[in-house]
Every structure is written in C-alpha cells, then in structure tokens.
C-alpha cells in the first residue's frame, strides 16, 4: 500500500452522484445518485485498493443527499420524491420519518444528540428526533426558512444553512435537542446567529470544522470562504475567503472560466480541508496557515462530492458532468465516477504553525 | 552593418536566442528559457517541485510519488516525448534546430519584407539615388529550382563535403547569417528524399510556415542540410541519443539589451512574455492548418489579455443546478408517481 495512489470504483453510479459519505467507524462508504440509488460500497477492504459494491437501494425518484446514522447499518435519505427515509443497510427496509412539500435537498445528522435535520426546498427543516426506535412515532419540529437552502452542514454542536440570498443561519445543537424533549413550539426557536456569506455568490458546499471551531462555505463562483463561530471581533477578523477553481480559457475569448466549488470536506484530524470543483480538480487546503497544500488533478470530470472517511485515510472524489449555465438537457449517464484516494500520511497535514 | 534599424534587432540577435523544445516558445537569455522549461514543462503536478530535465521529473515521480511520467506537461503534440532529455538549448535534435532556424528566418524576411512594403523604404544599402533598379533581387521559381537541382547534384556528389563546398565554411568564424542584402543566401529547404518545396522566404504574401514544420516528416538524423549551418559530424548517430550538440554558432552577435527581440511586430512593447505566447497561439494554429487574419488577431488579443474576463461555468445565483437538474424530464418527480 504506497502512499498517495488512487483508484477508481469498479462499479460507479448509473448517472450523477449527488452525493457520498463515508461511516464514521468502518470504511463502508455510502453514495447516492440522480439514478434514484444509494449505493454501499466497503472501500480499501482487507488492504485491497478496491472498493466493493456491497449493494444498492432504489427509491423512487433522484436521491440528493444521504447520511449516516447512529451506526454503519442506518443511513438517513432525501431526494426529490420529498420524503426522508431512514435506511437500514442490512435489511434494505425504508421508514418514511417526515414528509416535506418539496425535494430534500440536504440531510444532517448529529450523533451527539442524536438529531437528523432535513433541509427542504419548501423552505423548511425538519428536526427528527432519532433516539427513539424507528417504529414509534417520532416528534418533529418544522422550522421556517427566509430562503431556500441549498446547503447544509453540522459540527458537533452547531447547524450551518446555507440559503439562497447570500443567507446563513447557524443553529445551536443542543438548543435544538432541547426544543425537542420539552416540544417548545417552532415559533420560539431561533438561529443562534443569522450571517450573511462572507460570498457575492450562490453557495454551494459547506462544511464544518471537526473542532467545532467554525466552518468554510463555497461558491459557484469558484471562492472558498473560512469563518469561525466564535462571535468575537477578534474572531470574525479571522475569516478569510480565496478564489480558488479557476482556468486560464485557452480560446480567443481569454479570460478565466470559472467553475463552482461543489464540495467541501474537511478532515476529521488534521484541520484541514479539500474543494472540490467544476474544474475536476480537487485541492487541499491548510485552514490555518491559509495554504493549498495540494492539488489533485485531472479526475475524469467535474467533481461532484468529496469524503474523508473517519479515520482520515482515504478520500473519496464523486466526479460526473457539471450542470452549465444554458444546458437544456443533462445526463451524467456512463460519465459518473467515483476515485477513491489513499492518502500518505502526510498528505492531508498541515504544516502551519498552529500544527498540533 | 554599421547603423543599428531602430527596433528591429539584425537576424543574428533574432537567431541566437534561446528557445524551448517543447514549446517552441524564445526567450531573451538562457536563464530564462531554463525557468520557463523548469516552472513548464519539468514541474511535478503533485507537490510543485520543478525539476531540471524530463528525466529527472520522472524519476521523482516514480520514487516520491509512485507514479509513472508518460508525457512531458505543456508541449507539443509531437514533442512530448520522455526520451529526449532537454536541458535549456542542450539536446534539441538537429533536425529540429534546423527546423527551427528556417522558420526563424523566413519570418525575419517575411516581416522586413513586410516592413518595407508597409514604409516603401529600400533596403539597406541602398540610397533613393540609386533608384528602384537596384531591387531586392528575387529569384524566380525556375531560377530556384536550378539552384536547388544544383545543391542536390553537389551533395550527391560529395555528400559530406557540401556544406564546406559551398565556399562558406563555419569555421571562418563569421556569422553564417550575412545581413540581408542582395539575394537570398538560403536555399530553400530540400528534405533529403522528399518533395522539393521552394520556400521563397521574401515573397510577399507566401507562405509563413515552412510545409515541413512542425507535423512534418523531420529529415532523418544527420542528413545534409540545405543550410548553410555546420552541420552535424557526419557519424551517423541517431539524433535521439545526443545529449551533446555541436557547439553553437550564433553566439558572436552579443544582442544589445533592451530589444525585446521580436522581430514580428516592431510596434509592440508588451514584452517578451506576450510575443511568446502569440507565438505559440501561431504555431498551433499554423499545425491546425488554420492562417490567422495577423494583425487583427494580435490585437484583439491583447486588448482581451489587459481586461479580466471571467466567465463562469455556472452562473445562476438564485437556481442551484439540483434545481435546475430536478426540473429535467429525465429527473423530475411526480408525486403520483408512486
């Protein structure tokens, strides 16, 4: 097992990923796709640089987001037939939790409070109580939205919604587990902070820092934006944003095309983060000495989503034709791949000076 | 040539400088050329490292990053190739550098032709009074080919020997690039073996790029040039294996500084950096087949370089692409749809 190598799934998605997770405490990894399947794949099995499909679900219409659970068997699902499935990944069983009037556009679990959000393009989320067992009726706060979201992404004790308008509301975790033990009304809940993006454009990824220090946002407009939490001036000087994604046009037009950032992870020990864009380039970034530490390139096409596995050892780059600007018709049928890297154990480490 | 041509730098400035193998790009001196080649074409896409030559690339490659180089990064399609190893100017086949020599003087001529024709100057050495007998001399089509029948009868016959035959041995130690007085001291290229395409450097209007560049078929390694140039020592070795070159005539010049050594467009001062990518845009073009409207082109392309043009690949900042992608027959959810 060199450091660094890379390998492509054997069996990828029918059509584009919209999509794809790793299990906090195993390498299974977990995929959904405009296909209306959410695939389970183990990645790196017995040393192998192969990932199995262990199996598929399908449901009845394009699956947006997927998540993990409380464990490696339970998986949460939302797509556009607007309903959030809870998935056993043994049985295959689906449990519909809440109904929305619109596709779900993002899931968010929590483990910590054992909490799955589902952000909906009817302007709502849904707050699901997953602690007790999936048969019994579970309480459900629906808290109203001032914009569309179109991203979502939790730390452990924080929510981040990204929405349209350039709005950001960040929601307190606990807060919310609260609300939904002593089942206070909808209308009393409130974000902990309302932001707007530190980005002029329409936000695309978000994700969140493990150290439940603050979070990075992009935009289609190929910039990465990194804020902290911590509502102090000191902190908020911090916050930085950087073009990133972006090609020189070889044509006599000139210029730069620039791609949208569709994913963002970070690592869960380093601090460190990966973009992915509509260039099919993938970078790493180090968060704190604001450096790109790496540049993977030349995935087959626009990468889609991106995936640290729990241990930090492998990333996964979902990549499948990127939606234009003027595109009347779209297929990401038989171009959809899914590139498992292996990373050096340097590789994703930073080497700012607040390295731990 | 006693007077220096206000910003049009001689054939020997223009000849001698360096120039990249991969790209074809030149450049003011070898320092630079040897950056260009390093941060261009020698440069490890996985960690930025840039290395000296291709060799030494793919040896990183394969011992940092396990991977296997197949291709040089930035060239040119026919020049991508692993086994030769360029060093700045050190190791550019012979073939190749003939190749390119010829395409540098026929755009030298071409545009002090050009130039001339635009200004109705004479050429040098030659006053108003003698008036407009005393022209360029250009030969006619039938005087080349009998030249041309004559410099292939000569190397038939002495095969090595033509080039000191010629009466212009290199070893005079003058510049084999006489300033362009009368005549054309360059045949045209005859590729041993194939089609003779006079080439008349001077014509107005003719073609820019020599037929044989760059797709062409390459003479074979070693053979005779029609050139004027020491040629290789005839030993018959192949060209891919030479890492040593004979050395290089057309140091003597010494280029004033400050030329940006364009010798195209004598109305530009972008700077080197920008004639060279215009060069490269030329040459891919001209590989394409595809003539471009020169001066309209130039310009556009600056004026487009100066301003910030980004287009994005997606631009709708109140649709995300799931919207629109929901949208699609091929995706769209019918709530009937059980």
Not at chain 1, 31 to 45: P, T
Not at chain 2, 78 to 95: A, K, S, T
């Amino acid at each position: 097992m060199a450091p660094g190598t890379q390998w492509e799934v054997a069996q990828p998605p029918n059509d584009a990923i919209s999509s794809l997770e790793f299990a906090p405490d195993s390498s299974k990894l977990i995929v959904s796709s405009w296909d209306k399947n959410v695939y389970l794949y183990d990645v790196g099995a017995n040393g192998a640089d192969e990932a199995t499909l262990i199996r598929s679900f399908e449901f009845r219409a394009p699956v947006l987001d997927v998540c993990f659970g409380a464990n490696d068997d339970e998986a949460f699902v939302g797509g556009l037939d607007q309903q959030v499935y809870r998935l056993d990944l043994t049985t295959g069983e689906q449990t519909a939790l809440s109904q929305h009037n619109a596709a779900v556009r993002s899931l968010a679990y929590s483990r910590e409070h054992s909490i799955l959000v589902s952000a909906s393009w009817d302007l709502t989320l849904h707050i699901h109580d997953t602690s007790s067992s999936p048969s019994a009726p579970q309480p459900t706060i629906t808290i109203q939205l001032p914009g569309k979201p179109h991203a979502m992404a939790s730390s452990p004790s924080k929510l981040v919604v990204a929405m349209t308008a350039r709005l950001v509301h960040i929601y307190d975790l606990p807060t919310l587990s609260k609300a939904l033990q002593s089942q206070t009304p909808a209308s009393e809940i409130t974000p902990w902070q309302q932001r707007e993006s530190s980005l002029k454009f329409l936000t695309r990824a978000v994700a969140c820092m493990p150290n439940d220090a603050g979070y990075a946002t992009s935009s289609i407009e190929g910039r990465v934006a990194v804020e902290w939490f911590e509502d102090t001036e000191a902190s908020q000087a911090r916050k930085y944003a950087f073009k990133c994604h972006r090609q020189a046009a070889n044509d006599e037009e000139g210029g730069d095309i620039v791609y949208p950032v569709n994913a963002l992870a970070f690592h869960p020990k380093f601090g460190t983060f990966a973009s992915g864009g509509g260039d099919a380039s993938v970078a790493l970034w180090d968060a704190e000495a604001k450096r790109r530490m790496r540049q993977l390139t030349k995935f087959p096409d626009s990468v889609a989503a991106l995936a640290f596995s729990g241990d930090g050892k492998f990333l996964a780059i979902g990549a499948c034709p990127g939606f234009q600007t003027g595109m009347e018709d779209y297929s990401g049928e038989g171009r959809t791949h899914i590139v498992i890297r292996e990373l050096g154990e340097t590789e994703a480490k930073g080497k700012g000076p607040k390295e731990k | 040539m006693g007077k220096k041509k206000r910003g049009h730098p001689d054939l020997e400035e223009v000849i001698s400088r360096p120039w990249c193998y991969y790209c074809e790009r030149d450049f003011e001196d070898l320092k630079l050329l040897i950056s260009h080649q390093k941060a261009k074409h020698f440069k490890c896409d996985r960690c930025g490292k840039r290395l000296n030559t291709a060799g030494g690339l793919s040896v990183h490659m394969n011992q940092v990053h396990k991977e296997n180089l197949t291709s040089v990064e930035n060239a040119l399609p026919n020049r991508q190739g692993l086994d030769i190893e360029i060093f700045g100017m050190e190791g550019v086949p012979e073939d190749i550098l003939q190749q390119h020599n010829q395409r540098i003087i026929q755009k030298y001529y071409q545009d002090q032709a050009d130039r001339r024709a635009a200004t109705g100057n004479p050429p040098p050495g030659q006053s108003g009074t003698q008036g407009p007998a005393k022209k360029v001399k250009i030969e006619t089509p039938e005087e080349l080919k009998k030249r041309l029948a004559e410099f292939r009868a000569r190397k038939a016959n002495g095969g090595g020997a033509a080039v000191s035959a010629d009466g212009q041995s290199p070893a005079q130690g003058v510049s084999p690039f006489p300033p362009p007085q009368a005549g054309f001291p360059y045949p045209p290229v005859a590729i041993p073996g194939g089609p003779a395409v006079p080439v008349v450097p001077a014509y107005p209007g003719g073609q820019v790029y020599p037929p044989a560049f760059p797709g062409g078929p390459s003479p074979p390694p070693g053979a005779p040039s029609a050139f004027n140039l020491p040629a290789r020592p005839p030993s018959g070795t192949p060209t891919t294996a030479l890492p040593q070159r004979p050395p290089y005539p057309y140091n003597g010049g010494g280029a004033p500084p400050g030329f940006p050594g364009a010798p195209s467009t004598g109305d530009e001062h972008a700077g080197a950096a920008r004639h060279g990518d215009d060069i490269d845009q030329l040459i891919r073009m001209a590989e394409a087949g595809i003539k471009p409207a020169k001066g309209a082109e130039e310009g556009a392309a600056d004026k487009k370089g100066k301003k910030d043009k980004s287009r994005m690949f997606y631009s709708d900042s109140d649709n995300s692409p799931e919207e629109k992608m929901a949208l699609l027959p091929r995706y769209r959810f019918t709530a009937t749809a059980a």
